[in-house]
């Protein structure tokens, strides 16, 4: 089955411990990326990748980091979480990245608080 | 630069009645719009997309969107509502220029009366 996997779905941490989420998809996509989901504002992109090791900075960058490796996987890391990034996260991929008419799929949402 | 505004954060409608959600859209370059359903605790899943072929685009679950360029409009209908649509809705544009990304609006989350 196409999909976007992410893990974890849910995570409670406290300041300053760092984490990573995972997102991994199995479709042969070229492009990903991390939004951010919260109350009133819709989904803001974080992060975005053309393709491996070609990555760069989207809406709401600050406090975040990615890597691209390996063309299936792209995690999103939080050095140092604070509470405003207590947030839905949500991994997306496409086809690629040179075209925009290509359907985004999207992850299931991991459900981050941060103490 | 692209937005997109979602007039409505609420909308409640009854089963079997007219679903109308609005979407308006503000770019500077030819769009591509796109609809997209979450279900709660569920990811994005995409109903329907323009990409400048016919105006009028039909999705799944019976839904349509009309793109109208005078307008900036691309609302999303469906004729008659079902207890299964409600969901919050969210409009997205993105360009064939910069960094291809997804702008959403602060979605509508659509109620079902039965």
């Known amino acids: 089955e196409a999909q976007v996997t992410q893990n974890p779905r849910y995570l409670i941490t406290v300041t300053g411990k760092k984490l990573t989420v995972t997102c991994s998809q199995n479709?042969?996509?070229?492009?990903m990326s991390w939004y951010r989901q919260d109350p009133g504002l819709g989904l803001r992109q974080i992060y975005y990748?053309?393709?491996?090791?070609?990555?760069d900075k989207g809406d709401v960058p600050e406090g975040y980091k990615v890597s691209r490796k390996e063309k299936r996987n792209f995690p999103l890391i939080l050095e140092s979480p604070s509470p405003n990034q207590t947030s839905l996260y949500f991994c997306?991929?496409?086809?690629?990245?040179?075209?925009?008419?290509?359907?985004?799929?999207f992850g299931p949402g991991t459900r981050l608080t941060v103490l | 630069a692209q937005s997109v505004t979602q007039l409505g954060s609420h909308v409640s409608v009854s089963e079997g009645a007219l679903v109308l959600l609005r979407c308006n859209y503000s770019?500077?370059?030819?769009?591509?719009l796109f609809w997209y359903v979450q279900y709660p605790n569920q990811g994005l899943q995409l109903l329907l997309k323009y990409t400048s072929a016919a105006t009028l685009v039909k999705g799944i679950n019976g839904f349509e969107a009309e793109f109208k360029k005078s307008e900036t409009s691309f609302h999303l209908t469906k004729p008659s509502a079902h207890m299964s649509d409600a969901a919050e809705y969210f409009c997205?544009?993105?360009?064939?220029?910069?960094?291809?990304?997804?702008?959403f609006g602060s979605g509508t989350r659509l109620q079902v009366q039965p």
């Open positions: 770019s500077s370059v030819p769009p591509y």
């Open positions: 997205a544009v993105t360009t064939d220029t910069g960094r291809r990304a997804l702008t």
């Open positions: 990748s053309m393709n491996v090791e070609v990555t």
């Open positions: 997306a991929s496409r086809m690629t990245g040179v075209t925009s008419t290509d359907t985004q799929y």
């Open positions: 479709m042969n996509h070229e492009y």
